[in-house]
């Protein structure tokens, strides 16, 4: 029997800058096949054994989509309509029953303690508050429910902090929002979840900026 998630309430659509949100709809899937071989390993490692239904924060062109199970269902947060047509396609490919919720990750309208999985990759460095996103993530896990992520982060001293510093201004412009030097670590470590597990790592490859990353599960 197919698990029914209802909405607690209904929210409006967020309405994303009209070009920049394009563009990046338009990037973030033609960089599908880069981020696949940068983190396909690691993705496919944390997204392992999730259960039948995942919410996912920020979805984009639903670049996580292949690392689960055919026939998972997915409940897609994503704000940005131009990001819609991609994700239905890809969830045509790799057999996800999708639902799409077009609202932001700081209020998804989700029953509480609803779900056992919330997952987002390269997210958190973009949303208005993560305190927020985080709070909600927890108020919509059951206990014992994961939460697993994945997000570049702020750098510690030395010469890619000094080029994060630099770009930070245009990179937000650019990437509708995108923050480089976030300490997401620290923020997620201390919103309350039962348990923590962090990783950090260097990605390496093309962006140098987004270098310094983190991933990991918290449970609620």
Request: hydrophobic content about 45%; overall charge positive; some cysteine.
């Amino acid at each position: 029997m197919t698990e029914t998630v209802h909405l607690a309430r209904p929210e409006p659509v967020r309405h994303p800058h009209p070009v920049r949100a394009w563009a990046n709809a338009k990037f973030f899937e033609s960089l599908d096949w880069y981020l696949h071989r940068r983190l396909g390993a690691r993705k496919k490692a944390l997204l392992a054994d999730l259960p039948p239904l995942v919410v996912e924060l920020g979805s984009g062109s639903g670049a996580s989509m292949r690392y689960l199970a055919p026939g998972s269902r997915l409940l897609a947060v994503e704000p940005n309509p131009h990001a819609h047509a991609a994700l239905r396609r890809k969830a045509a490919r790799y057999g996800i029953d999708l639902e799409i919720c077009g609202v932001g990750a700081e209020s998804t309208g989700l029953a509480t303690a609803s779900v056992d999985a919330v997952i987002c990759t390269l997210v958190l460095c973009t949303v208005e508050d993560q305190v927020a996103v985080l709070t909600e993530v927890r108020r919509i896990l059951r206990p014992g429910g994961r939460f697993v992520f994945i997000e570049h982060v702020g750098s510690g001293p030395g010469p890619i902090r000094a080029v994060q510093r630099l770009l930070r201004r245009p990179w937000r412009y650019v990437f509708d929002g995108c923050c480089l030097d976030r300490d997401t670590a620290a923020t997620i470590a201390a919103a309350g979840f039962a348990d923590a597990r962090i990783d950090q790592y260097r990605l390496g490859g093309l962006f140098v900026p987004v270098w310094p990353q983190i991933s990991g599960v918290a449970v609620a």
